[in-house]
């Protein structure tokens, strides 16, 4: 398409555009006010009924938790995907990268950010299972809690050294975890399709409301998301230094094009 | 509670504004932290407390990390 046709066609559709976004923001109501009658429903359900008080995590985690599981899996094949893309192609080798700025004065890690980045590691986890294992009461969750999970491993690499991470965890433990935390979520919903009839019904007790060991199903499909999603950003964090940090290009031999970019840089 | 909003919703308009205009994209990377954390409030302020704490988590810890990571890798080949 040339550049005309392009802004003809760009100026005889964006009036369209503009008259139908016009017409649906005005039919939107007023900032602060909604006439949601789902939301309602579940404000006064979700306590007697499931004995949740988070009312998100009603509706994530029991009323819609099939789209929850869903989600679980767009996220368990974006790990997946971005693993395979930058693991060891067969180009590269494992080494220790050389710094290509040469000459560049490269600041040592503070004692103020090991100091501060250490004494964190400790309240992170903590923090963490406290938001996974109270999904259900306050807000919070498996998800939220599992992202800052994986943000205290962030905390060692920035207080430490990258080798030190690898003493943290070995790699097939965390891929297992995330495999597990994601068929979890699928064994938990089997259970309810066998014990009561449908898939992820909440089949284990209800408890007392407000208690930690209440809501039925609901803390233990948080602690299987919580544990994939953590798993998930470690395996992320992970593949990209190893990337950055461990593997290089193997040199090409002489009768081998070099890489374009490679030379003019 | 209506300041609180309308506050947040400048300095989000503000922050967003700059994501935009500024071209290096390492100082995008904690500018774009920045706006997660302001979403974050705007989110707690309309009493969304949920999505608050995704937003906090994601916006401005996973995204900002995985933009300085890639570019980490993306500099350290060409140069």
């Known amino acids: ?265 | 509670m209506n300041v609180l909003i309308a506050v947040a919703l400048i300095l989000i308009g503000t922050a967003g504004t700059l994501v935009v205009v500024i071209q290096d994209p390492l100082r995008q990377a904690l500018t774009v932290s920045l706006f997660g954390i302001l979403l974050g409030i705007l989110f707690f302020a309309v009493q969304a407390p949920d999505v608050a704490l995704s937003e906090i988590v994601v916006g401005a810890v996973a995204l900002p990390l995985m933009i300085l990571l890639a570019l980490a890798k993306v500099r350290g080949g060409t140069r």
């Open chain 1, 1 to 265: 398409m040339t550049p005309r046709a392009r802004r003809l066609l760009f100026f005889a559709s964006a009036p369209v555009l503009g008259i139908v976004v016009a017409a649906g923001l005005f039919g939107l109501p007023r900032f602060g006010h909604s006439d949601a009658q789902y939301g309602q429903v579940l404000n006064a359900v979700s306590v007697p009924e499931r004995h949740i008080t988070d009312v998100v995590t009603a509706v994530n985690f029991d009323y819609r938790s099939v789209d929850t599981m869903g989600e679980e899996f767009i996220f368990f094949a974006a790990v997946a995907g971005v693993v395979l893309l930058l693991g060891a192609q067969a180009d590269e080798s494992p080494g220790h990268v050389e710094d290509a700025a040469t000459g560049r004065w490269v600041p040592p890690t503070s004692d103020a950010v090991r100091v501060l980045g250490l004494a964190l590691v400790g309240p992170t986890v903590l923090f963490a299972l406290y938001v996974i294992a109270h999904g259900h009461l306050t807000p919070g969750g498996g998800f939220q809690g599992g992202v800052v999970l994986a943000t205290a491993v962030l905390l060692v690499y920035l207080a430490g050294e990258h080798q030190h991470l690898h003493n943290l965890y070995p790699d097939r433990a965390i891929e297992g975890l995330e495999a597990g935390g994601a068929a979890g979520y699928v064994v938990l919903g089997v259970a309810g399709l066998a014990l009561s009839g449908s898939f992820l019904a909440n089949w284990a007790p209800l408890g007392q409301v407000g208690h930690l060991n209440s809501a039925g199903i609901v803390p233990l499909i948080n602690v299987a998301v919580g544990a994939e999603v953590a798993a998930g950003f470690v395996l992320l964090l992970s593949a990209f230094l190893h990337q950055t940090l461990i593997l290089r290009r193997r040199r090409p031999t002489p009768d081998e094009p070099v890489d374009p970019l490679e030379r003019s840089a």
